[in-house]
């Protein structure tokens, strides 16, 4: 059983910079692409960036571009920096492991995290 486990989320101002982090058990790591996507009411999950199993690939949203940086470390976690967020990016954010898929299609990804609230204030 893969469990995911995110944190890092919580209030902060526009400007400012979170760094959300996600534990995973259960099963070999490094055999998963990771990613990160978020959610708001009413909408679809949206990808937000992914990181390769061999760490050196990634893919970002365009409106996360230059901002957000993804990592995976040790064998077990990984991360998402958030830099200058802005109230649009206030959501949900949700952990995601894949192990065969299109990285930027939430339909194709194996587990999931429970998500971890991002409020930015303006």
């Known amino acids: 059983q893969v469990q995911l486990v995110e944190s890092g989320g919580g209030l902060v101002q526009a400007g400012g910079s979170l760094k959300l982090s996600c534990v995973v058990s259960?099963?070999?790591?490094?055999?998963?692409?990771m990613a990160w996507f978020r959610q708001t009411p009413g909408k679809e999950r949206a990808f937000v960036a992914a990181i390769g199993t061999g760490d050196s690939a990634t893919e970002y949203a365009d409106s996360v571009k230059v901002r957000f940086i993804i990592s995976r470390q040790h064998m077990n976690m990984a991360y998402l920096q958030m830099n200058n967020l802005g109230p649009e990016d206030t959501a949900v954010y949700y952990c995601a492991a894949l192990t065969v898929g299109t990285w930027a299609r939430q339909q194709d990804y194996d587990y999931w995290g429970q998500g971890t609230q991002v409020t930015v204030s303006s």
């Open positions: 259960g099963r070999t790591f490094t055999r998963f692409v």
